[in-house]
Structures are given as C-alpha cells and as structure tokens.
C-alpha cells in the first residue's frame, strides 16, 4: 500500500471519528438544552365498579364477558388513556413520517386513545376478519363513516386538524375510541399505572393539559429546567 494511500486512509478515518465526535456533540448539547416532565395521572377516588358491556353480535371474535374500558385505575388510582399536553407551544414540527396504529381487535379499538400528529397517516387496522364500520365525530376534521369488511386489513387516514375525536363502530355499539391530533409533539397517553413522561421539552414556564374521556380537563403550570426532569400529579375528580 503507498504511503499516499495509506494516509488518505487514516486521514477519512480521523475525519470519520471527528464527524461522530461532532455529532454526539450536537446530540448531548440539544439533550442539555431541554428537560423533561414526568408523573402520574390519578383519580380523586377508589376506582368505581366495572360496568358489564352488553355484547349482543360476532360473539366468535368480540368475546361473551367485556367490561367498559371508558376507565381504567390502578390498583393505587392510577389513571390510564389520559392524554397529557402541552398548551400553547410550538414544536419544531411534529413527525408525520411515522405511522399512527390503530387496530380493531377482538371488537375493541386498541389503544382506546392515540395521539396522532396532525397531517400524520393513522392505519386502522382490522384483523378480526369481521365487518367493522370506523365512525369518526369531529368538527374541525372532515368525518369519516367508512365499512370496513373483514377482507379489508388496513384503512388509512389523515387528520389535518388538532382536535379530540371520539371514534365509534356502528357494527358494534359498544366499541368506542379516541384520536387525540395535536400540532407539536408535547403529548402523550398514560399507560396502566397512569404514568406520563415528556420529553425534549424546551425550558420555560408551560401551561399542561390533561383530558381524559370520562373525568374531564385539568390544568397547571409546571418550570422546565435545562437538564432536569420536572415532576407534575394530576388529580382528576371523579364525582
Ligand atoms: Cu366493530
């Protein structure tokens, strides 16, 4: 190997390392110019009792026993499908290059809430090989009320508006859902023990939003600060 050749290598080389260095950098700097919000979703009371839905069609696949997903608590009050957000910031942009999933399973909409970005393509998938019918009801976002037969595994939709939308199926009364479209990337459903966690979150005084279908809107103030993690407890009344 020539001297030149053999110094062009260790030279891309040292280039190549210099360039992951920076962007390892650029990666640690924009962490450090953010924080994070993290916490839990609770209820202000013991869980209420399950109601029993009344499964009346399809039994093969939506099952004989369902009970009602409209509120689902931890055993320590826990609030799950909450969404938690950010109000009245702006983004850099939310990412719209990723699909939101949303499946038909088992006659349940699965995750009963999603988040999805504005203008981001939604799949609703149905693998329970029956006829579903998506039924969206919105105000800013063109309704849908599409069949979806068993055949049909995957339907996909945009919402180009920020706005809560309750989705329902008219085959099955009891299947409801929801689709929470937003214009920044600050939020996101709770999982099982109620737990939330934003990230990247520019640092300042921002306003939070939760909403959850049954107990309603709450708000509080909350300090971002670089490189920490701000922690934030919701208490939704349930009367
Ligand atoms: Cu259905």
């Given at each position: 190997?020539?001297?030149?050749?053999?110094?062009?290598?260790?030279?891309?080389?040292?280039?190549?390392?210099?360039?992951?260095?920076?962007?390892?950098?650029?990666?640690?700097?924009?962490?450090?110019?953010?924080?994070?919000?993290?916490?839990?979703?609770?209820?202000?009371?013991?869980?209420?009792?399950?109601?029993?839905?009344?499964?009346?069609?399809?039994?093969?696949?939506?099952?004989?026993?369902?009970?009602?997903?409209?509120?689902?608590?931890?055993?320590?009050?826990?609030?799950?499908?909450?969404?938690?957000?950010?109000?009245?910031?702006?983004?850099?942009?939310?990412?719209?290059?990723?699909?939101?999933?949303?499946?038909?399973?088992?006659?349940?909409?699965?995750?009963?809430?999603?988040?999805?970005?504005?203008?981001?393509?939604?799949?609703?998938?149905?693998?329970?090989?029956?006829?579903?019918?998506?039924?969206t009801y919105s105000t800013k976002n063109t309704?849908?009320?599409?069949?979806?037969?068993?055949?049909?595994?995957?339907?996909?939709?945009?919402?180009?508006?920020?706005?809560?939308?309750?989705?329902?199926?008219?085959?099955?009364?009891?299947?409801?859902?929801?689709?929470?479209?937003?214009?920044?990337?600050?939020?996101?459903?709770?999982?099982?023990?109620?737990?939330?966690?934003?990230?990247?979150?520019?640092?300042?005084?921002?306003?939070?939003?939760?909403?959850?279908e049954t107990l309603g809107k709450l708000t509080?103030?909350?300090?971002?600060?670089?490189?920490?993690?701000?922690?934030?407890?919701?208490?939704?009344?349930?009367?």
């Open positions: 190997m020539g001297r030149l050749m053999k110094g062009s290598i260790v030279g891309g080389l040292f280039l190549w390392g210099l360039a992951s260095l920076s962007g390892d950098l650029i990666r640690a700097v924009s962490a450090q110019s953010t924080g994070s919000i993290s916490g839990r979703v609770m209820i202000s009371r013991d869980a209420p009792q399950l109601r029993k839905l009344e499964i009346t069609k399809d039994k093969e696949k939506c099952g004989t026993e369902r009970f009602a997903d409209d509120l689902v608590v931890s055993a320590d009050r826990g609030v799950k499908n909450a969404v938690v957000s950010l109000i009245g910031v702006k983004g850099s942009g939310v990412k719209t290059d990723k699909n939101v999933v949303l499946d038909q399973k088992g006659c349940a909409f699965t995750p009963r809430v999603v988040v999805a970005p504005a203008g981001a393509p939604v799949d609703i998938l149905n693998n329970d090989g029956i006829l579903h019918n998506v039924h309704p849908i009320n599409k069949a979806q037969p068993g055949f049909k595994k995957k339907m996909t939709e945009t919402f180009g508006q920020p706005e809560i939308i309750k989705l329902t199926c008219d085959a099955h009364p009891w299947m409801v859902g929801w689709i929470v479209v937003t214009d920044h990337p600050y939020a996101v459903p709770t999982d099982g023990a109620g737990s939330f966690k934003l990230t990247d979150v520019p640092p300042g005084i921002h306003k939070m939003e939760v909403w959850h509080k103030e909350v300090t971002v600060k670089t490189g920490e993690d701000a922690k934030v407890t919701f208490e939704l009344v349930k009367n």
